[in-house]
T-cell receptor, first 112, second 115 residues
Framework: GDSVTQMEGPVTLSEEAFLTINCTYTATGYPSLFWYVQYPGEGLQLLLKATKADDKGSNKGFEATYRKETTSFHLEKGSVQVSDSAVYFCALRPGGYQKVTFGTGTKLQVIP | DAGVTQSPTHLIKTRGQQVTLRCSPKSGHDTVSWYQQALGQGPQFIFQYYEEEERQRGNFPDRFSGHQFPNYSSELNVNALLLGDSALYLC??????????????FGDGTRLSIL
């Protein structure tokens, strides 16, 4: 079945540091890939998405590139802020279906 | 433009009881999906409703059931509650069933605690 594997957290970074959160997936066909963010006490917010190979999703300084050859969708940001502290979920959705499969999440803590 | 709204925000039940959670989708959305998020885990897909019918289902027992109304709102019912049902229950809405390019929008969830 479909699955998503994320690097384990928590990840602790100083403000303005470079961020990478690794994500790899297993799926048949050509799924869409997503990164969601969850702030404490809140639901999930879509951060960015990519729908086909080599697409780059970007939003709020975050980027991720759909790499079909390595089945990866790593999240990056050049300079993190304290306000980026949250849990980040990598997810996939197979073509033609609405069911989303999530990774276990990576908690990011940014310290001043 | 209201997003996905869920009620109640928090709920405490005891083992063996039954619970109903409610969800109103984002305006313009007609598809509702429910997820269970245990503490420290990613959300797990329960089921999806479209045109008042269950279209897809995850690996959850029949104790979990749902309903979608003509106005697209939805309910999640859980019978014979177990301690392991304690979790954050998330509702997500989207438009259409077959277009995977349309992202799901999530509500803030209902925190269910079983004593």
């Amino acid at each position: 079945g479909d699955s998503v594997t994320q690097m384990e957290g928590p990840v602790t970074l100083s403000e303005e540091a470079f961020l990478t959160i690794n994500c790899t997936y297993t799926a048949t066909g050509y799924p869409s890939l997503f990164w969601y963010v969850q702030y404490p006490g809140e639901g999930l917010q879509l951060l960015l998405k990519a729908t086909k190979a080599d697409d780059k999703g970007s939003n709020k300084g975050f980027e991720a590139t759909y790499r079909k050859e390595t089945t990866s969708f790593h999240l990056e940001k050049g300079s993190v802020q304290v306000s980026d502290s949250a849990v980040y979920f990598c997810a996939l959705r197979p073509g033609g279906y609405q069911k989303v499969t999530f990774g276990t999440g990576t908690k990011l803590q940014v310290i001043p | 433009d209201a997003g996905v709204t869920q009620s109640p925000t928090h709920l405490i039940k005891t083992r063996g009881q039954q619970v109903t959670l409610r969800c109103s989708p984002k305006s313009g959305h007609d598809t509702v999906s429910w997820y269970q998020q245990a503490l420290g885990q990613g959300p797990q897909f329960i089921f999806q409703y479209y045109e008042e019918e269950e279209r897809q289902r995850g690996n959850f027992p029949d104790r979990f059931s749902g309903h979608q109304f003509p106005n697209y709102s939805s309910e999640l019912n859980v019978n014979a509650l177990l301690l392991g049902d304690s979790a954050l229950y998330l509702c997500a809405s989207s438009s259409g069933t077959g277009d995977s390019n349309q992202p799901q929008h999530f509500g803030d969830g209902t925190r269910l605690s079983i004593l």
